[in-house]
């Protein structure tokens, strides 16, 4: 892999491991530091509530079931353990379970559901792990998953393939493979080796419980990446860059759609870390800036599901395509995705977290008959700016008594350009562990995470996310 004409056949696949293998610690400037202890922070507090929902159990009760399925590998927020490519599945899926956790927008990924299960089990594989190099391998794979979906663009998930399992493939194999302490050459063949398992279909939404699972497979895919690799296991060392077969030529419809430049462009300079969003509503992404919007206008001037005549919202093709569907009741999933199911659950609920979903509501005449009342448009002029604004939009609500409201939002709460604060973080955190996790326990693990660099043990993280 070191001569000049390999290194032309494949420099962004390349690069990119280099880059992987190559961070230090000292390299990652301290506020992003302090952003990804937030974002695992979330994430792990996303996966223990997701633990036992249907979905979570039916997967680790199949898994456990197994022959060979047991391992020692814990299931984070049970007592349940697993291989290690098992509990990657079922950890990430838990993690992306309830649709609470993070999102980089412009990069259309999940980031932390695939990144952290894979690399958790690669740590605890390779053993004498610390704190600090966890933290790296961490940024390690949060990098390089959304600089993918940057270059593939929001044509990607429009025409059909859910991208937290196709790019996400490529943020676990780079935080599992530096996890392992891969070199740049392995990191290419980890790289190449999950590239190849990328599959998922966004027709998942529509109400299917293994929509949920995407996350997690794309974790395991990544973990089997690093760990063939180590163990000389070969994979496409051109990924992403070949022109036939490779991922971006094969996911994408033509060959202007994809931009093969923004792979490494500003690599160790610029931080996609700092793009990733995290969600103070249980609903997809798309979701949050009307549901934003709707509670600014509610402050201005008081309004109820009782007073609302119609609402519009105006957005990206994106938005329409993936969340602007007229709703029905297929599933819990179909519930926390639709949009106008979502303002209907906002409005009659007062909020829309995790209290407010349950399979009970699915049907509620009530949501359904709010949601019939809001209509989503196309707006060109929002797509036109581009993936990093595919979530804005203009939301009007007319009111029976003929008053009009109107607001306009770029970006939602906890957002990367308006990320919340360190202690809503740690609140949403504490909320959501102690669904699975006692008190003391879920103390010892906020502490752990926020002063991760003083770790000496990551195993002694990991044994802390088994109830």
Not at 109 to 136: F, I, K
Request: proline residues 3%; glycine residues 10%; negative net charge.
């Amino acid at each position: 892999m070191s001569s000049t004409t390999e290194d032309n056949v494949h420099p962004y696949t390349r690069d990119i491991a280099a880059f992987v293998a190559g961070l230090r610690y000292e390299d990652i400037p301290a506020h992003v530091r302090e952003r990804i202890k937030l974002l695992i922070l979330d994430s792990l507090g996303c996966a223990i509530y997701g633990a036992n929902l249907p979905w979570s159990r039916i997967l680790r009760e199949t898994l456990a079931g197994l022959e060979g399925g047991a391992g020692d590998c814990p299931v984070w927020g049970t007592d349940t353990r697993l291989s290690a490519p098992h509990a990657a599945l079922a950890n990430g899926t838990q993690v992306q379970g309830f649709e609470l956790d993070d999102v980089h927008r412009e990069g259309v990924l999940h980031v932390g559901a695939v990144v952290l299960p894979a690399l958790l089990a690669a740590a605890r594989a390779r053993g004498g792990v610390d704190g600090r190099e966890l933290l790296t391998a961490a940024v390690a794979g949060y990098e390089i998953g959304p600089r993918v979906g940057i270059c593939m663009g929001p044509e990607h998930i429009g025409q059909g393939w859910h991208s937290g399992a196709t790019l996400g493939v490529f943020s676990a194999a780079a935080g599992a493979a530096r996890g392992l302490g891969l070199d740049a050459q392995r990191t290419v063949h980890a790289l190449g080796i999950a590239g190849t398992q990328a599959a998922g279909l966004m027709a998942a939404q529509y109400g299917a419980m293994v929509k949920r699972m995407h996350a997690g497979r794309a974790s395991q895919s990544g973990l089997y990446g690093a760990l063939l690799a180590r163990g000389g296991f070969t994979g496409i060392v051109n990924v992403l860059e070949s022109p036939y077969g490779g991922f971006c030529s094969t996911f994408s419809r033509s060959q202007d759609r994809f931009r093969l430049e923004a792979l490494t462009e500003g690599l160790g300079s610029t931080w996609q870390t700092l793009g990733i969003a995290l969600k103070f509503y249980s609903c997809v992404a798309s979701n949050h800036t009307t549901l934003d919007a709707i509670r600014l206008m509610q402050a201005r001037r008081p309004f109820g599901a009782d007073d609302v005549e119609r609402i519009v919202v105006s957005g990206s093709q994106v938005t329409m395509d993936h969340v602007g569907w007229k709703y029905r009741p297929e599933g819990l999933t179909s519930a926390q995705l639709n949009l106008p199911f979502c303002v209907a659950t906002l409005l009659l609920e007062g909020d829309c977290f995790v209290a407010q979903f349950s399979d009970d509501i699915v049907a509620d005449p009530a949501r359904m008959a709010l949601a019939d009342k809001v209509e989503v448009r196309h707006d060109a002029a929002i797509t036109a700016k581009g993936g990093k604004h595919r979530h804005e939009v203009d939301v009007a609500v007319h009111l029976k008594d003929g008053t009009q409201l109107a607001e306009h939002v770029e970006s939602a709460r906890g957002s990367e350009r308006n990320f919340a604060p360190a202690q809503a973080v740690v609140d949403k955190f504490e909320k959501l562990a102690a669904y699975g996790l006692p008190a003391a326990r879920v103390a010892a693990l906020r502490d752990a995470v926020l002063d991760l660099e003083s770790l000496e043990r990551a195993e002694d993280l990991i044994a802390l996310l088994a109830a």
